[in-house]
């Protein structure tokens, strides 16, 4: 019985991800291979995959979703030597085939027609401008998608990146004409988006791209100009507003991106962590910070290489505001990789990072904007701990209030949010400092309603202020004891009725992930 491989991507939110395929139909004729699921990074590795199961028979479903991407992938099958490739397009009529990168390619209407007219020789001859035009409208979710895909590139902040993983962002400088049949399929990841800068978006421009088959484009693709951005093709631009950080202005734009930049970035970037430690309160809203990876404690992304800019020479310059490149845009993406994790690691050794009192949580950023002294974000790092928790929160509160409906209508100088030197219950105390730079414990008071965040939902959980005072003592490394003790003075409860409230709050503190 032959090896029958079945190649299946759907399109969710944007998202390229495998379908299962019911093959029933098929089961008595050949032995269903399905598609390995974790082999949906690049183009190389899915075909690498494919190729690796040795099958007889590889079909491939082709829809208006994932028409280039297929392309690239039959491209990548071609090139590596002698394949036998089936495809169902639902868009065509009859049975025939198709000529494609000098390889004949058998295509149905459905996979009952495969079954029915596989052994026999089509006539029909099938071409490509007959599925090329039907690319299907960007839905409410994949511009969802898409717009927190430009976050991440911009924030430098992608989930989940604690692998190499090909590039997911690529910013082209205006008027660059990237050269695409020199461009290893290695070096986009699958879901990747090609981010032009334009003087106006334009549907001509977006189509030109996606038409070309030689060199097929899979890649999502965005328009950016000045003010506002376009996302795959969308006649509705989002608007888009890059300033910087001590230059804010309270403006109504959610998509508002603030960079730091300069001395005069890190002063104002001071006085509004130093106000967050005093009352609880950020002075900013409806906003982002540009390259906030850099002020996280995660470690610095460059070797993962996630996003980055090409210029008019086609360097890789892998994060915004530098112009420190790694290779070339051509060059293969391991070579470019290399590149980084070099500039990385010199940078650690010059500023001598291992022996810096702040090594365990600094990200230890390698590509600070050109303006930024290292010697000032060093020092920044050492001399306000606060402002790791400070950007956290602050990233994280500007996507609450634009997206949850609790914040509605509320002004912004009533949220006050419990941070490491301003509990919003709990008494001061020292603090452990390890605890204290690695939490993720969010409480806050909005309208004098107390709320905490379980990350294990994810969800926002309206509560009492006896759990936030428990809570505030346990993250900042307080003894249980302590707590119960403290507990029982400040709320006038009994020790033992004390203790089976503290020991409960923590077990439900942590198994919702609250801290």
Known sequence: MKELLVVNIGQTDGLFQFIKSDMEELKDQYEIINCPEDSLNSVDDLAENILDENPDIILIYLNQNNFNLVLAILKRLFWEGNVSV??????????????????????????????KKYDFEPNNTIHINTIINTFSTPTEEHLTAMQNGFDMFLTGSYPGSNYISSIKHMEIEKDVSLPFQEISYDLMNINSALIFHVDEPSTQFWSKLKQET??????????????????????????????????????????????????????????????????????????????????????????????????????????????TYIGKVTDEYFEIVKNASMISNRERLKRNCTECPVNHYCSKCAMLPDPLETELYCSTM??????????????????????????????MDQLEISNLEHPLVFEYMETNQDVKLTSIFTAFVLNKDYYVISYKMPKIIRTEARLVYIAEGYVRGVDAEIIVDKYSDKFHVPKDEAREHVYEALKIIKEGKIV
């Open 86 to 115: 089936s495809i169902i397009c639902e868009l065509i009529k009859d049975y025939g085939y198709m000529e494609l990168y000098n390889n004949r390619i058998k295509v149905f209407s459905s996979l009952k027609q495969f079954s």
């Open 214 to 323: 030689d060199s097929p484009i899979f890649s999502h693709i965005h328009q950016w100009s000045d003010s506002h951005i376009s996302y795959d093709n969308k006649i509705n631009h989002a608007p888009i507003n890059r300033l910087k950080y001590s230059e804010y202005f309270e403006t109504d734009n959610p998509y508002t991106y603030l960079e730091i930049s300069d001395r005069e970035d890190i002063e104002a970037l001071i006085k509004d962590i130093e106000y967050f430690g005093k009352t609880g309160k950020l002075v900013k809203k409806n906003c982002r910070i540009v390259n906030s990876c850099s002020w996280s404690n995660q470690g610095c992304g460059l070797f993962k290489l996630s996003r980055c800019k090409i210029d008019s020479d086609y360097n890789v310059q892998p994060c915004p505001n530098c112009s």
């Open 382 to 411: 050492r001399s306000y701990p606060l402002l790791l928790d400070y950007v956290f929160k602050f990233t994280l509160f500007s996507d609450m209030v634009r997206q949850n409906k609790i914040f509605a209508g509320i002004p």
